[in-house]
Structure formats: structure tokens, C-alpha cells
């Protein structure tokens, strides 16, 4: 499976702008993801973002906890520039982003246990020979069960009813999640106080049903 399809860079970028998000200290490309670690080890809580978009999410919940420490992924340059000028505004010390995708994060990610795990509206790839690019499937859940613990909570939203059933599926199969019985559907967004992204006011405008889930660690 590759690691992401689908467009890097936004149009009319100019490669001094690129210069600047790619010497930011708290952008992490291939060639700083190493320094993850050290120059996070003050905190105690980790939260990861996978495909922040625009970053209207992440930029909200770390503004809000400045304790925890918040990583985001996302290949697709946009949402970088806005979390650059966020960060900088807002003097953030506590959120960290990179372009790697999901899968190639995960090679650095070894040692880290997240708290949160949010991924909101992941590309549904809605042709049926497209399917198998979807980012939820069997090895993605797998691969959750090595970054999380016991209190870990993952937060999946999507609009999309045949991604929605793969979504379920692939967590009911696996051995270490299940769906929460107690904060379910729209609970879920503001019960974690999730903002409102690009891709939600999509599915608002044209009156798609938005579905919230939350997965926890199955109790031993
Ligand atoms: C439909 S958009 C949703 C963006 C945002 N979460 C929102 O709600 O507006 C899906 C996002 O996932 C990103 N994405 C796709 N594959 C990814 C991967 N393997 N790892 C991380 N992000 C990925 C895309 O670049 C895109 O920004």
C-alpha cells in the first residue's frame, strides 16, 4: 500500500514560502522527524492528528491545552502553512506538524503512546477500485494497537456510510478496540470539544449525515 494518494503541494506556492515552513522549528519533514523526541520530552500527554487538512482542529485543541503536547500529519502542504502562521501568532510551544503521511510517521513513532487519536473525514476514495487506498483498514488498526494504552480514545468522523461500515468492521475485528457504548455520534464532537474542519461544513452545506465514533481499548 503506498503511503498516501493524493496532491503535496498547494497551487501558486513559491519556494521561499516553502523554505520557511520547511526551517520552522516546529515542522517536522523526513529530515527532522528524529528530533520528535528530545524536543518534546517535557511533556507528559501526546495527542495525534492524522490528516489535519487545514489544521482548523489541532491548532484549536492545542491552543486550549497547552500542557499536552499535539502532533499532526498531513502530506498535503496547505494546512502547514496555516499552522505555521497560527503557531507563531499565537506563540505556541506545544503543537508539532509534518508532512509525512501516516504510515511513513509510524517508523518514528515506535516509542510514543498517544492519548488521543483524532482522524476527521479521512478521504473516503469512493470508486470501488479505489477502496483499498482508504487510510482505515486491517494494518492501520493493527498498527494503532502499538501507539496506544489502556485510556486511549480515537475519534473517527466521517460522512460517507460505506466508509462508515469499513470503519466498524475493521475495529470490531480487531482484538484490542471497541466502539464506546457511552459518548456516542454527536456526543462525541462536543463531549471532546472537536472544531468544526473544512470537510464538516462540507457535509453541513450539503445536508450529509456526519457520524462520530469513538473507539476505546477493550476492557481485560
Ligand atoms: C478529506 S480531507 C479531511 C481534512 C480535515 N481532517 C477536515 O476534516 O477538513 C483528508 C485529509 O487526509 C490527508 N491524508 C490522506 N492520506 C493521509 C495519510 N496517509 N496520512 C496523513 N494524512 C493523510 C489528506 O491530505 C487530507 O488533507
Given amino acids: 500500500m503506498l503511503n498516501f494518494y493524493g496532491r503535496k503541494y498547494p497551487r501558486n506556492i513559491k519556494n521561499d514560502q516553502l523554505k520557511e515552513l520547511y526551517d520552522f522549528k516546529f515542522f517536522l519533514d523526513k529530515s527532522k522527524i528524529k528530533t520528535f523526541k528530545t524536543k518534546t520530552k517535557k511533556f507528559e500527554t501526546f495527542n495525534l492528528e492524522i490528516g489535519f487538512g487545514f489544521g482548523e482542529n489541532i491548532f484549536a485543541q492545542s491552543a486550549k491545552n497547552d500542557k499536552d503536547l499535539f502532533l499532526g500529519c498531513d502530506p498535503y502542504l496547505s494546512g502547514s502553512f496555516n499552522l505555521k502562521k497560527d503557531i507563531k501568532t499565537f506563540s505556541l510551544k506545544n503543537l508539532f506538524f509534518t508532512n509525512l503521511g501516516f504510515l511513513e510517521l509510524f517508523e518514528f513513532l515506535k516509542n510514543t503512546i498517544?492519548?488521543?487519536?483524532?482522524?476527521?473525514?479521512?478521504d473516503p476514495w469512493p470508486k470501488k477500485r479505489h477502496k483499498k487506498r482508504r487510510l482505515i483498514n486491517s494494518?492501520?488498526?493493527?498498527?494503532?494497537?502499538?501507539?496506544?494504552?489502556?485510556?486511549?480514545?480515537?475519534?473517527?468522523?466521517?460522512?460517507?456510510?460505506?466508509?462508515?461500515?469499513?470503519?466498524?468492521?475493521?475495529?470490531?475485528?480487531?482484538?484490542?478496540?471497541?466502539?464506546?457504548?457511552?459518548?456516542?455520534?454527536?456526543?462525541?464532537?462536543?463531549?471532546?470539544?472537536?472544531?468544526?474542519?473544512?470537510?464538516?461544513?462540507?457535509?453541513?452545506?450539503?445536508?450529509?449525515?456526519?457520524?462520530?465514533?469513538?473507539?476505546?481499548k477493550k476492557k481485560s
Fill in 139 to 216: 494494518s492501520f488498526v493493527s498498527l494503532l494497537e502499538l501507539i496506544t494504552f489502556e485510556k486511549t480514545k480515537i475519534i473517527v468522523a466521517t460522512d460517507h456510510e460505506d466508509y462508515l461500515s469499513q470503519i466498524l468492521y475493521e475495529f470490531y475485528k480487531s482484538k484490542s478496540f471497541e466502539l464506546s457504548t457511552e459518548v456516542i455520534g454527536y456526543e462525541v464532537y462536543t463531549c471532546f470539544d472537536i472544531s468544526l474542519t473544512k470537510y464538516h461544513k462540507k457535509a453541513k452545506k450539503s445536508n450529509k449525515r456526519v457520524y462520530f465514533l469513538l473507539f476505546e
Fill in 114 to 122: 498517544f492519548t488521543k487519536i483524532v482522524i476527521l473525514f479521512p
